[in-house]
């Protein structure tokens, strides 16, 4: 009986053999391998974050051995980044959150806030910054938060907090060419004319000025007598910061004079018709070492002069405000913010790991420049990079308590940049966002003949006498005084609520 | 034996076997076909998409170029005269240069496009790095060439003029520029490596390939002898390239608008691996099929074929007479139930042949005994002198019945055709027989009294007459009194016939009786001394061990004599 059924036993083997071995041959080999084994548990908690550009090499090594080993000492976090490349950043951080994707922070500029804020897309952070962010209240200015406060509530992190006076209103300059032709300073609309000219005699390749679509506010500083800062990117509209009234800028006579002085730019080939609307060639030039100066940022002596340096080793910039006596204003301290979305798997680590940042200037350096000996040096209280990789990029948690310039830069620009507010006032249209939903057909049309009208009267290649009352005629028929007059309403309001403010914080 | 069950077993199972590797040879084989034909076709099918994604970014700045070249404002920017107004310079140049950003600021392809004006020395392009416009562009106008600037980076570029262009010398107004950096192929080709290819590289014979950025350029080297896709027409079938690191199929497809290959190459071993696998394991399954069938026929053989044929020999053995064979060693499993039960159907039949011989030794030892008592002499003087003295006394009647009687007696005596005989003819047998010893002597009287039913039943002929006979010649031998024979015939219910025979004589001793009684039980085998042996062993091998002579004293003095067996159930009642 046994030896019979054993013998059936193996009747039953082959069968199955031959039938399982068929099956796994029909079905092929893509049956085969997959059903990975789940890894093992990991006792850190990942932390998804999203980041602008490219990663580095150095900082993908980075990230996955000496951060997260400390991050998981210090915080049992493991930092994942999702690098998105800066051409597509905007439309798939948006898909990423309108999707849900269960990132737990990311980067993006200060006007998405508000339109995110609106969408749902964020989680308030009040609490959160109470509870975890002590590094973080301790090293960014109070004021800094007010411009990401909305209906009441905290929405965004602003992570730069360093000086921002004055920001476009300053005019950087070529410092070694300027000290070439023996000047030492520029002060005033004069020394820059000065400067092209001598330049000029001495080299007819360098060529004068860049942004001609921008930096009348960088004039104004010599042409008004009173204190003025544009209300809009759109250069239409300013507020008065003495008197906090709204101004007409395009009727005023000071665009006049702004177009004349640009009229004179152009005629004497400080401005050069020939490039003008041509954008690639004006950057060009500054590439190429030949750009005697251009509207400043507060730190885009700093930033701008590896570039410069690359076609000129010799290149110094310098930024410089007309008559630097007068005030400078705050408009937005920080325009970069840090937010963390509403689907977030772990809101309350995302601003543990913010905080832990500005937790001490060892922090801020190892995130930002790597291993102390390895990817930089501190040299005389600078530092010495080592490697051309970016880390965590600096211009996003630059911070005044912790900010070291790097060896190039000279001691000058980084001491313009650290004073640079010390006689700054808060601005009066800090806070205040116009909303242009009411009169959107008519702020459209009004900045469709801005576009085609002005902007070539802004540059001077046109005479302001013969284009102007063609060109206001025609802004007027577009419906520029309904925007006008939203534009008032809406800023009396913000005035109003900010008044009542004041008085009841008064009361307290 | 030509066609056993052994053999037909091991037919059926060939006959299993066959169609089953047949068939599976066949389904490996053209899943093997069909694998390696997919595997070629999804490399090729891979290589057309990306020579097509490829394709279509020249193409896309093909027509950029041309949308450029067709436009009235790049045109008229060539003219300085036509623009003498700033404002209109600006806003032509303004225009055409946003195109330019546009044009090249969608898709994700970073290829530069440029304007060029020779005679004004202006330049509008997408890109304003310093060197992405070459300070010298081709000599003449075409389309995508391949070339080297003098820091030694390569990019493609293609340039149309107006007027066209065919010479070094000539100076055309305005020249429409695309190009695309080697560097962006590089990394075309690094996310094509990364989407499923194995390591793609661009190939035209004459010129250094273009690699990707993590290719393995000693291999690619090695191969690139052996590529030449000129004759190949169109028509690229896989090459098999052997280097010294191992076999390669190379898959290659052309790029139409920049005349240069896309190449691609997959180590043979690997694309053939699920291949190889699948065939292996046919091999083996086979093996092992064939394995199993081997060991199946071994068992069926030890376990079917040995006992079967051991049971046919036993078969044989019992067929010529020899009863006494046994089986063996009997195996395990059915094999022994069979074996246990041939041996006790042998020993059965065994038995049965012996009981039969037995009993026809004696019923001849019956016959002779019958026919020396018959023709004891005394008897027949006795009977002749009767018949004699009757015949002289004129007693006619009595010498005619005693010579019927004696004709009787002798007939049914001698009448060697049956060993059985009816209750009926033995009582006629009897009733001679005492008639004739009455007419001798005339000292005794006989009665007959036999269940009727008794009357046709067969026992084994001359069992009766020793009994009546034992009566006259031991029990009335000395006569003191009138003697009486009672035969009598009685059916029990539990089917068991008693035939008696009482006399009133003598009798025995009970001690006498016993030992009597006790020698016709123990019959040696044989050879049998008296008749009433010769009757109970008869009884007994014919109606079982509980029928046969049975002695004891009788209710009238003498002896009786009872013979007892059990009535079979298919004799008629």
Redesign the interface.
């Known amino acids: 009986?046994?030896?019979?059924r054993?013998?059936y036993m193996?009747?039953w083997?082959?069968g199955i053999?031959?039938l399982t071995?068929?099956c796994?041959?029909?079905v092929?080999?893509d049956a085969a391998g997959g059903g990975s084994a789940p890894g093992a548990q990991r006792a850190s908690v990942t932390l998804r974050m999203i980041m602008p550009g490219d990663e580095s090499a150095r900082m993908r090594e980075f990230i996955d051995n000496e951060l997260n080993a400390r991050l998981k000492k210090e915080l049992n976090i493991k930092l994942e980044l999702t690098y998105i490349p800066w051409s597509d950043y905007q439309s798939k951080v948006e898909l990423a959150l309108s999707t849900g994707e269960n990132y737990d922070l990311f980067w993006y500029g200060m006007s998405f806030v508000s339109d995110y804020k609106a969408k749902g897309y964020l989680r308030p952070l009040d609490s959160l910054l109470q509870t975890h962010g002590q590094a973080l209240t301790a090293n960014i200015p109070l004021d800094n938060f007010k411009q990401y406060r909305m209906d009441g509530r905290l929405w965004a992190i602003p992570s730069q907090a360093f000086t921002s006076a004055g920001k476009f209103t300053s005019v950087m300059v070529r410092q070694d060419l300027l000290e070439s032709v023996g000047m030492k300073e520029i002060r005033t609309i004069a020394d820059l004319e000065a400067f092209y000219l001598k330049m000029r005699a001495v080299d007819p390749s360098y060529y004068g000025y860049l942004e001609t679509d921008r930096g009348q506010d960088v004039l104004w500083r010599e042409l008004s007598d009173q204190p003025l800062t544009f209300l809009d990117e759109n250069q239409m509209f300013a507020v008065n910061e003495e008197t906090g009234a709204l101004v007409n800028y395009l009727e005023s006579d000071l665009y006049e004079e702004v177009a004349r002085v640009r009229e004179r730019w152009?005629g004497i080939g400080l401005i050069d018709?020939?490039l003008?609307?041509?954008?690639?060639?004006?950057?060009?030039e500054e590439?190429?070492g030949k750009l005697l100066f251009r509207v400043g940022a507060v730190s885009r002596a700093m930033e701008n002069l590896q570039t410069v340096q690359n076609?000129d080793p010799d290149a110094k910039l310098r930024e410089y405000y007309l008559f630097p006596s007068k005030p400078k204003y705050i408009v937005a301290p920080s325009n970069e913010a840090y937010m963390i979305p509403a689907n977030a798997q772990h809101p309350e680590l995302a601003m543990q790991f913010m905080n832990w940042i500005l937790q001490s200037k060892e922090h801020y350096n190892f995130i930002i420049y790597g291993v102390e000996g390895k990817d930089y040096r501190i040299e005389d209280d600078k530092i010495k990079l080592l490697t051309n990789d970016q880390f965590m990029y600096e211009w996003m948690w630059r911070n005044k308590n912790y900010f070291m310039a790097t060896t190039n830069v000279d001691d000058s620009v980084v001491q313009d940049m650290m004073h640079n507010d010390d006689n700054a006032k808060i601005s009066r249209i800090f806070g205040f966002h116009f909303n242009p939903e009411p009169v959107k057909n008519e702020y459209a049309k009004v900045l469709a003949i801005y576009n085609e009208k002005f902007l070539?009267i802004n540059?001077g290649?046109?005479s302001y006498d013969k284009?102007f009352p063609g060109s206001m005629e025609a802004l007027n028929k577009a419906g520029y005084d309904k925007v006008w007059g939203e534009l008032q309403r809406q800023y009396a309001a913000f005035r109003a609520a900010q008044a009542a403010r004041a008085d009841q914080e008064a009361l307290k | 034996m030509k066609s056993s069950i052994f053999t037909n077993m091991v037919l059926a199972l060939l006959l299993l076997l066959t169609p089953i590797i047949t068939l599976y040879a066949y389904s490996n084989y053209t899943s093997s076909r069909v694998l390696t034909r997919e595997i070629v076709k999804a490399k090729r099918t891979q290589i057309q998409t990306f020579v097509g994604q490829l394709g279509q970014m020249f193409a896309q700045y093909d027509s950029y170029q041309k949308m450029l070249y067709e436009s009235t404002e790049v045109r008229n920017l060539a003219y300085p005269d036509l623009l003498s107004d700033d404002l209109l310079h600006y806003r032509t140049l303004k225009t055409v240069s946003e195109e330019i950003n546009r044009l090249t600021g969608y898709g994700r392809w970073k290829g530069i496009i440029a304007v060029v004006y020779p005679k004004t020395g202006m330049v509008i392009k997408s890109n304003s790095s310093l060197g992405a416009v070459p300070a010298a562009l081709p000599d003449k106008d075409g389309f995508w060439s391949y070339r080297t600037n003098p820091k030694g980076e390569a990019y493609f570029i293609e340039t149309i003029s107006n007027p066209a262009k065919n010479d070094k010398d000539e100076e055309s107004d305005l020249t429409v520029v695309a190009k695309v950096d080697e560097g962006e192929i590089k990394s075309d080709l690094s996310e094509m490596k990364s989407n499923g290819l194995e390591d793609p590289f661009l190939y035209k014979p004459g010129d250094n390939p273009i690699y990707n950025y993590t290719a393995n350029q000693a291999l690619i080297q090695e191969m690139l002898p052996e590529l030449d896709p000129r004759g190949t027409e169109g028509t690229f079938d896989p090459l098999l390239i052997r280097t010294s690191g191992g076999t390669y199929q190379v898959h290659m497809d052309m790029v139409q608008s920049l005349g240069w290959y896309l190449v691609d190459y997959v180590p043979i071993d690997t694309i053939m691996a699920p291949i190889k696998r699948n065939q292996m394991m046919f091999y083996s399954i086979s093996g092992m099929m064939l394995f199993m069938a081997c060991i199946l026929c071994f068992l069926l053989y030890r376990s079917v074929r040995i006992p079967f044929r051991k049971l046919m020999q036993g078969m044989n053995f019992i067929e010529k007479g020899i009863y006494t064979s046994r089986m063996k060693d009997p195996p395990k499993g059915e094999f022994r139930y069979v074996y246990q039960k041939f041996n006790s159907m042998a020993a059965r039949i065994e038995e049965l042949i012996e009981d039969v011989l037995k009993e026809q030794i004696r019923t001849k030892e019956a016959n002779v005994k019958q026919l020396q008592s018959q023709i004891n002499p005394h008897f027949l003087y006795n009977t002749l002198a009767y018949i004699k003295s009757m015949v002289e006394l004129g007693e006619k009647e009595a010498a005619v019945s005693m010579t019927m009687n004696l004709s009787r007696y002798y007939r049914y005596t001698t009448k060697l055709s049956s060993s059985f005989a009816t209750v009926q003819e033995e009582l006629n047998l009897v009733e001679n027989y005492l008639d004739i010893h009455r007419m001798l002597t005339d000292d005794f009287e006989y009665e007959i009294d036999i269940d009727p039913a008794m009357l046709t039943m067969e026992i084994p002929r001359l069992t009766l007459q020793p009994l009546v006979e034992n009566v006259i010649v031991h029990a009335f031998r000395k006569p003191v009194k009138y003697g009486t024979v009672r035969i009598r015939g009685v059916l029990e219910g539990a089917g068991i016939a008693r035939l008696s025979v009482d006399d009133n004589g003598a009798g025995i001793e009970a001690a006498q009786l016993e030992s009597l009684q006790a020698k016709i039980r123990s019959a040696p085998s044989d050879r049998i001394d008296s008749g009433l042996q010769n009757v109970h062993q008869r009884l007994m091998l014919l109606f079982g061990k509980s029928s046969g002579l049975f002695l004891g004293p009788s209710e009238w003095g003498g002896l009786r004599a009872e013979l007892i067996w059990q009535v079979l159930d298919d004799e008629p009642q």
């Open positions: 009986m046994i030896q019979l054993r013998i193996i009747g083997l082959i053999i031959a071995s068929a796994k041959i029909a092929g080999p152009v018709k020939r003008a609307g041509n954008k690639a060639a004006n950057i060009d590439v190429a076609a070539p540059l290649i046109v284009e």
